[in-house]
DNA sequence: TATTAACACGAAACCGTTTTCGTAACTTTT
DNA sequence: AAAAGTTACGAAAACGGTTTCGTGTTAATA
C-alpha cells in the first residue's frame, strides 16, 4: 500500500519548490538541464502521474466526453460507443457512458450530473419517453450554458446542435426498391408509433418507394405496433388476415420475430416471402435464413459525432454554426430476399 | 448562452461571504434562518448546482466508478453493466465505461488514466490479451494504492481482490446433465483455447459430469478452437468426422453455427443431434431453433459487483479482507434440447 | 568597473469547493 | 454591571495542480 506521490511530495524531498517541480515535469525550457533530470528521474522512480481531478479544476477542461445513450444493452448503440471510443480514445478523450434506460427521468438526472464540470461536451440519443414527452428543456439548459452537444440517431430539431442521423427514409428506400426489383408486389411494413422519429423517416421512405415504382399504397399493409415490444397477437393476425410477398421491419427483432411465423405457415423464405430489416447487427448474420439488413453504420457514425464534437470542444468558440451529417445506409444481402 | 453560476458568485451578490454560502446551501445550523432563506431562493433562482470536480478534488471522492471490459459490443457484457448501473446509480454513483477492446494496451492505458483521480474504485473483466500475457502489474499497481477492486467473470487469482464469477464447471454440468437425462451418448465439447478462464472451467465440468454418469472421456469429440472467432473450416470437419448426438458450445455463436452446419446436413434438431450454448443471450431466444442455454446472469453480476465495490469504496478500510461470490448459472430450456 | 541581459528558480494567485477556527455582537447569568 | 455563554458569520487553509511574475545570481556588454 503506497499512496498516490503529489508534486508537493516531489518538492519536499527535492527541496526546490512546487512550481519547479511542475514545471521541470513540463521539460520547461525556464529549468537547468540537471535540475529536470534529478526530477525527472525522481518522478519516473515514484511513478508520479498527476491528478486528473485537479488538472481538470485547474484547466476547467476534462478531457472526459460523456455519452447518453437510451439503451446499453442494444447492439446498434454500443457499435456507436465503439466508434466514439475509437476516435475520442485517440484524442486522448475519455469517454463517460451513462444510459437513460428508455426514461425522461434518468435522462434529465445523468445528464445534470455530468454538465456540472465532469465533462468537456455530450454526445447523446434521446430516450423514447423524452420523445414522446417532447421536453427538451435538460437539453436545453446545458447547451445554453456553452456546453457543445452532438446528437446522434435520435434527434430532435427542437435543439440546436450538431447531429449525426443516417438517411432512414432512403434505407427504406434501398429496401422496397430491392424488393420490386425481385418482383415483389405485396409489400408490407412493421414499423413502430411515428413518435420514434426513426420510424417515422422509415416509414416516409417506404411510401416515397412505393409511389416512386407505381405501387398503389395500402394502409392495411402496414403494421404498426405501439413500442419496440414483439406483440405476438399483432403480427398473427397481420399475417393471417394479409397477403404479403415482401416485408420490411423497422428492426432485426420484428424480422426475426415475423419470419419465424412465416416459416411457420408453410411458406419459403425468400421464394414466397421476401424480407428485410433495418440495423444489421448479430441477429440478422445468424439468422435462419440469413436476413438480408439495411446497415445503420453505428461505429462510423460514432466516429463521426466524437469528430463533431471535439472539433467543437477544442475551437474557442467563434460563431455558433451548426451542421448535421448525414450517413447513407447501404443494403446487406443475404438469405432472405431473392 | 449563460455561465455556470458558483459560490464566489453567489457571496459577491448577496454581500456574504463564499463560506456563509456553503454552509446556507447545506442547511447548517450555523448561519440564520433569513440568511439561509434568502441564499437558498438566489441558489434556486441561478439554478446553482456545484462543480463536480472541486468537490471531488476537494473530499477526494469522485463517486465515480470505473468499469473496464473487453469488449461493449457483447451481450454479455452489456448486461453486466446494466445490473452495475442499476446498482450504482441507485446509491448516487455514476459509471465510467471504458473498453479495453481484448488488448493488454488499451486496458493499461486505461486504468493508469482513471486511477488518477478520476474513479473512487474499478470494477473490471481481463482482456484476453491480458490473460495470455498473464501480466497484472497494472492491476496490482492500481489495487497496491488501495484502490478499491472487484473483477468479475475473466478475473485471476494472481490478484487479491474481491470477485465474482458464475460456476462455468457447474453450467457446463448442468449442460451434460440434461443430455445424458434425455438419453444422450455422445456428448461434444466445443470450447477455446485454455488461456481464456471460462473455457478451462467449462472444459473441466464437461469432463467432471461425464465421469460422474460413467460415460468414457473422449478427446476427439472435444474441439478446441484457437480463439473466439468461428473457424469454418474446423467445424466442418469436426461435424464429418465425429459422430455426436449433442453438443456444447461455449458460447452462442458457436452453438449457431454449428447448427446451421447439422441443419444443412439433414440433421434433426433436437431429435437426432441437441444443442446447448453458453450465455444467454439475444442470439439464443432468436436462433431457429431456438437454443437451450445456459444463463450467467450478466446483470445480477454487475450488481453483485458493485454492491461489493460500493461497499469497499464507502467502509474505512479496516482490514484488508477480500470475498469471491459465485453466482449459480441456470439451464434456460428451449428448443434445441429433447 | 558599472550596467545590462540571461538564467534559474520561488512566491503566490487561482480553479471551486469544504471545513476548522476565530470573533464581534448580543444575550444571559450572578 | 461584569463575566460567561450564544449566535451568526468571516478568514483562511486545504485539495493538487498550472502559470504569471518577481528576483537573486551569474555572465555579457559598454
Redesign the interface.
Same mark, same amino acid.
Given at each position: 500500500? #503506497? $499512496? #498516490?506521490i503529489t508534486l508537493k511530495d516531489i518538492a519536499r524531498e527535492l527541496e526546490v519548490s512546487i512550481s519547479t517541480v511542475s514545471k521541470a515535469l513540463k521539460n520547461s525550457e525556464e529549468i537547468s538541464r540537471d535540475t529536470k533530470d534529478k526530477i525527472q528521474a525522481f518522478a519516473k522512480l515514484y !511513478?508520479y #502521474? $498527476? !491528478?486528473?481531478? =485537479?488538472v *481538470? @479544476?485547474k484547466n476547467r477542461r &476534462?478531457k472526459?466526453i460523456g455519452v447518453i445513450i437510451p439503451d %446499453?444493452?442494444?447492439?446498434f448503440f &454500443? &457499435?456507436v460507443? +465503439?466508434g466514439i /471510443?475509437k476516435y475520442a480514445?485517440a484524442k486522448g478523450y !475519455?469517454?463517460?457512458?451513462?444510459?437513460s434506460n428508455e426514461g425522461y427521468e +434518468?435522462e434529465v438526472i445523468n445528464m /445534470?450530473?455530468? =454538465?456540472?464540470? *465532469?465533462i468537456d461536451g455530450f454526445i447523446m440519443s434521446l430516450s423514447t419517453e423524452t420523445q414522446q414527452k417532447n421536453d427538451y428543456n435538460h437539453i436545453k /439548459?446545458v447547451t445554453?450554458?456553452?456546453i457543445p452537444m452532438v446528437m446522434f440517431d435520435r434527434v430532435t430539431d427542437r435543439i440546436n446542435c450538431d447531429k449525426v442521423v443516417i438517411d432512414d427514409a432512403q434505407g427504406a428506400f434501398l429496401a422496397v426498391k430491392k424488393f420490386v426489383e425481385s418482383g415483389k408486389k405485396k409489400i408490407a411494413l412493421i414499423t413502430t408509433d411515428d413518435y420514434l422519429s426513426v420510424g417515422k423517416d422509415r416509414t416516409e421512405g417506404y411510401k416515397k418507394a412505393l409511389s416512386h415504382y407505381n405501387i398503389p399504397l395500402e394502409e392495411s399493409l402496414i403494421l404498426k405496433l405501439p413500442s419496440m415490444e414483439v406483440e405476438a397477437s399483432a403480427f398473427d393476425t397481420f399475417f393471417k388476415t394479409q397477403e404479403v410477398d415482401a416485408v420490411l421491419c423497422v428492426n432485426e %427483432?420484428f424480422a %426475426?420475430?415475423a419470419m419465424?411465423l412465416v416459416?411457420g405457415m408453410n411458406k419459403r423464405i425468400p421464394e414466397d416471402i421476401s424480407f428485410i430489416g433495418f440495423t444489421d447487427g @448479430?441477429?440478422s448474420k445468424? =439468422?435462419?435464413p440469413s436476413l438480408t439488413a439495411i446497415a445503420q453504420h453505428g461505429e462510423l457514425m460514432g466516429e463521426e459525432a466524437a469528430r463533431m464534437l471535439i472539433e467543437k470542444v477544442e475551437t474557442e468558440n467563434e460563431e455558433e454554426t451548426f451542421s448535421t451529417t448525414v450517413l447513407e445506409p447501404t443494403l446487406i444481402e443475404r438469405a432472405s430476399t431473392l
Open positions: 500500500m #503506497k $499512496p #498516490k !511513478n #502521474k $498527476p !491528478n486528473n481531478i =485537479a *481538470s @479544476l &476534462t472526459n %446499453i444493452v442494444h447492439h &454500443t &457499435t460507443i +465503439r /471510443e480514445n !475519455n469517454v463517460l457512458v451513462c444510459v +434518468r /445534470e450530473l455530468l =454538465a456540472n464540470g *465532469s /439548459e445554453d450554458q456553452g %427483432i %426475426i420475430h419465424r416459416h @448479430l441477429l445468424f =439468422a435462419m
